[in-house]
């Protein structure tokens, strides 16, 4: 049985502490995300795809779709 897709993320920006719930696109990771409250670029962490896989409460969809298929 296949795991249902998030595509729900809080993302907190590390400068400031705010925190965006967003949408994630489902086939396509997303490198840049400007903080809405104090503007600071993020950008993924080493070893990360993306900034939801960063700084997100839910990895990006792509990352979802491997972790379910090495588990099932």
């Known amino acids: 049985m296949a795991k249902e897709i998030i595509l729900q993320s809080a993302i907190t920006c590390p400068e400031c502490g705010h925190k965006e719930i ?3 696109s489902t086939h396509a ?3 840049f995300y400007e903080c809405k409250e104090c503007g600071v670029l993020l950008k993924p962490r080493p070893g990360d795809c993306c900034v ?3 700084y997100g409460t839910v990895p990006c969809p792509p990352i979802q779709q491997v972790q ?3 588990c099932s």
């Open 68 to 70: 379910s298929a090495c």
């Open 52 to 54: 939801f896989c960063s």
């Open 29 to 31: 990771c997303q490198w």
């Open 22 to 24: 967003e949408t994630m």
